[in-house]
């Protein structure tokens, strides 16, 4: 029916995909190992980045295993120009960007490696227009977790289909997504990036100075999230059923 959500298959993943779990785990503890063994300076700079890299591997990988129609990439290719251009039009106010609001809305309409896939995407392509640099993997990362995890609570029935209550949990969502895992995630990177041994006062320094960014980008994701929410999913959804995607 039209206003019916739907995801990617649910079930467990296969076994190849489970391997390749284990594989990226094997290669990340031999990464840490070597690092701490022949990197003694530079290690977490250098380590952090190639652990991010191996995290999203098994993400595109899973996409690329659900045999995407070309209808699909298309939808998913205007979330993510609509994630681009959201975050350009907001340029000259920091954090305020409804790139989260866009990337929770595309994980829970099209599914979570979709939600993946629409979030690392979104922030590769307009760092082409905001910089480039050792930060776009996190980015990419943490916009992409963020997608993948607003799939998981469709999956798990935790969005209504009653608009005023799928609307509340997906604020709720949306402001802990940014406030702790963009947040959380991006800061860390500062640490790990810009200091070659962080200490606890590091730690404590860096989150302070940016928690004020923090609360505006919180704010920024629940007012997009509020205005766009609905609307934005009913339009996808009758995308959906008219052409058949995402089913």
Not at 10 to 28: F, H, N
């Amino acid at each position: 029916m039209p206003g019916q959500l739907k995801s990617d298959n649910p079930g467990k993943y296969p076994i190849k995909t489970a391997l390749l779990w284990s594989g990226v785990a094997l290669v990340a503890i031999l990464t840490m190992a070597g690092g701490m063994i022949f990197l003694d300076d530079r290690k977490y700079y250098f380590i952090s980045l190639l652990l991010i890299f191996y995290a999203m591997i098994p993400f595109f990988v899973r996409f690329e295993g659900r045999k995407p129609q070309s209808r699909e990439v298309v939808i998913l290719a205007v979330m993510v120009a609509i994630g681009v251009a959201g975050r350009a039009a907001f340029f000259m106010v920091p954090q305020f960007k409804p790139v989260v609001a866009i990337v929770v809305i595309a994980g829970v309409c099209l599914g979570k490696e979709s939600g993946f896939l629409v979030g690392a995407m979104t922030a590769f392509v307009s760092n082409f227009i905001f910089g480039q640099g050792p930060w776009t993997p996190w980015q990419m990362f943490c916009f992409g977790l963020i997608g993948f995890l607003a799939g998981l609570l469709f999956e798990k029935n935790l969005v209504r289909k009653a608009p005023g209550k799928r609307r509340l949990i997906l604020c709720l969502y949306g402001a802990f997504a940014a406030f702790f895992i963009y947040g959380g995630i991006i800061d860390l990177w500062t640490i790990l990036g810009m200091t070659a041994q962080p200490v606890w006062e590091t730690f404590l320094l860096v989150y302070t100075v940016a928690l004020p960014f923090n609360l505006i980008h919180t704010i920024a994701t629940v007012f997009f999230l509020y205005l766009i929410a609905n609307p934005m999913i009913n339009k996808l959804e009758r995308v959906k059923l008219k052409y058949g995607a995402f089913r």
